[in-house]
């Protein structure tokens, strides 16, 4: 079945360390998001990529990093700059850029706590 | 999801009532609206979506309803089931294509 799947689940981080949680589709979608979500506010945007070989900054991307080698592929790098890096990470995609319809699909979410 | 909810607005619902989730939205020229529903530890599933130029849109046991000039969404869950217990999330897109997700409304749906 085509979908999104994100991993780890779980991650757990010391701090200093940089890590890197793994985003795979199979939808052939172009588009491809990470997003933070914190109790009690909406998700935030990290980072995008509407093409491979290209991404865009999004309303909080200090701290992290982010490739696109492949159209199936965006991973997502929580380096040791990100002061707060504890949160639950979802992926998402869509067909092109959300420029038609907006809708985004998204993978199950990665909970990172850093100890 | 096990990380939002702590400080949600609740709405309270007994089986097989009729629920009510609203939203106020912030940008007067958004075009586009969507509803999501995230269960516990999962990632949010598109629910029901509506253009600027419709102020009304019915799916399966859904409906939402879009009020342009207050700003307002809701979304209205017919006979509502256990299984809608969630938190649900309504998200305008920006003339820029850019998706601005709201804080969520948790659901709990009671026997």
């Known amino acids: 079945d085509g979908g999104i799947t994100q991993s780890p689940k779980y991650l757990f981080r010391k701090e200093g360390q940089n890590v890197t949680l793994s985003c795979e589709q199979n939808?052939?979608?172009?588009?491809m998001y990470w997003y933070r979500q914190d109790p009690g506010q909406g998700l935030r945007l990290i980072y995008y990529?509407?093409?491979?070989?290209?991404?865009q900054k999004g309303d909080i991307a200090e701290g992290y990093s982010v490739s696109r080698e492949k159209k199936e592929s965006f991973p997502l790098t929580v380096t040791s700059a990100q002061k707060n890096p504890t949160a639950f990470y979802l992926c998402?995609?869509?067909?092109?850029?959300?420029?038609?319809?907006?809708?985004?699909?998204f993978g199950e979410g990665s909970r990172l706590t850093v100890l | 999801g096990e990380n939002v909810g702590l400080h949600l607005p609740t709405l309270s619902v007994q089986e097989g009532d009729n629920s009510i989730i609203n939203c106020a939205y912030s940008n007067s020229a958004s075009d586009y609206f969507i509803w999501y529903k995230q269960e516990s530890g999962k990632g949010p599933q598109f629910i029901i979506d509506?253009?600027?130029?419709?102020d009304k849109r019915q799916g399966q046991r859904v409906t939402v309803l879009l009020n342009k000039t207050v700003k307002h969404l809701s979304l209205q869950i017919a006979a509502t089931q256990p299984g809608d217990s969630a938190v649900y999330f309504c998200?305008?897109?920006?003339?820029?294509?850019?998706?601005?997700f709201g804080t969520g409304t948790r659901l709990q749906v009671f026997p």
């Open positions: 509506i253009r600027s130029n419709m």
């Open positions: 998402a995609s869509s067909i092109s850029g959300a420029r038609r319809t907006g809708e985004l699909f």
């Open positions: 998200a305008e897109k920006l003339a820029t294509d850019k998706l601005i």
């Open positions: 939808l052939n979608h172009d588009a």
């Open positions: 990529s509407q093409i491979v070989n290209d991404f």
